[in-house]
């Protein structure tokens, strides 16, 4: 089976691939794509997730190839690349793969393996069988919304997110998270990406951010006052970020400050 996507402005001679995070869907990109109307946008439903839960099991290297699959139909030959968390990670894998696909690319909040991991694991598999019989409630969701700071008015939609994600498929994404191990990449030099995290992410989230960029010999900064969704939380200072990057022109200082 293949991914679900949208797709904008397919005469438009640049494209942009965003790819959402773990318990989301397409449609938190949607004041990206109003912004980025000059550019031809594919926005996919992930693999478990939205209108692709059943495209089944999700791990992030079969997800990179699925999305190197429907890159191969884009009109344009180079692709730009957006992903916060679990989107991040499927293009740090898709950089090592497939990178010939890849224009220039944006992570944000995106996390990767560290000496933590198997304390986080035995953790994890705890928290689920907390979350499990309360991940469709009202009250955990607007509790989510509220600890990430997402507009009320999403809540529909994000609760069809979560109500969309199986059970069974929960444990799978989430260990494919937080097991995620920075992939190789072949270019020694200064790779076409930019790593970034919120000033409100957890601190892990910056840590993981910091060895990207210094393992990728990549860009980085903190989005002042953004927190891990802050393309829905602060969406003028997300666009104006990846507006600069895309352009290749100095970040707004006044929005940022180094990792």
């Known amino acids: 089976m293949k991914l679900v996507f949208d797709e904008t402005g397919n005469e438009n001679k640049e494209s942009i691939l ?5 318990g989301m869907s397409g449609w938190m990109w949607e004041q990206q794509i109003k912004h980025f109307k000059n550019y031809h946008c594919i926005i996919p439903d992930l693999p478990e997730h939205g209108r692709s839960a059943s495209v089944k099991p999700f791990t992030i290297k079969r997800t990179a190839g699925m999305v190197a699959e429907l890159v191969e139909d884009c009109p344009n030959e180079l692709v730009n690349m957006v992903g916060i968390g679990l989107g991040g990670q499927i293009i740090l894998q898709i950089m090592s793969k497939y990178p010939e696909i890849v224009d220039r690319a944006m992570v944000s909040g995106t996390l990767v393996r560290n000496h933590q991991y198997k304390s986080l694991i035995a953790r994890l598999k705890e928290l689920l069988m907390v979350y499990k019989p309360v991940k469709n409630s009202e009250f955990y969701i607007k509790a ?3 600890t990430y700071h997402m507009p009320k008015v999403c809540f529909d939609k994000f609760k069809m997110s979560i109500c969309q994600i199986e059970t069974s498929s929960i444990e799978r994404i989430l260990i494919e998270n937080h097991t995620f191990k920075l992939p190789p990449i072949l270019e020694t030099g200064e790779t076409n990406l930019l790593v970034m995290a ?12 910091k060895e990207i960029m210094n393992n990728y010999h990549a860009r980085g900064a903190l989005a002042l006052g953004g927190g891990h969704l802050w393309n829905m939380e602060t969406p003028d200072k997300f666009n104006e970020v990846l507006d600069a990057w895309l352009q290749n022109q100095p970040l707004p200082e ?4 180094p990792l």
């Open 198 to 209: 919120g000033e409100k992410d957890y601190n892990i989230l910056k840590d993981s951010s």
């Open 254 to 257: 006044s929005l940022i400050s």
């Open 18 to 22: 965003f790819l959402h995070p773990g």
């Open 144 to 146: 989510y919304m509220r």
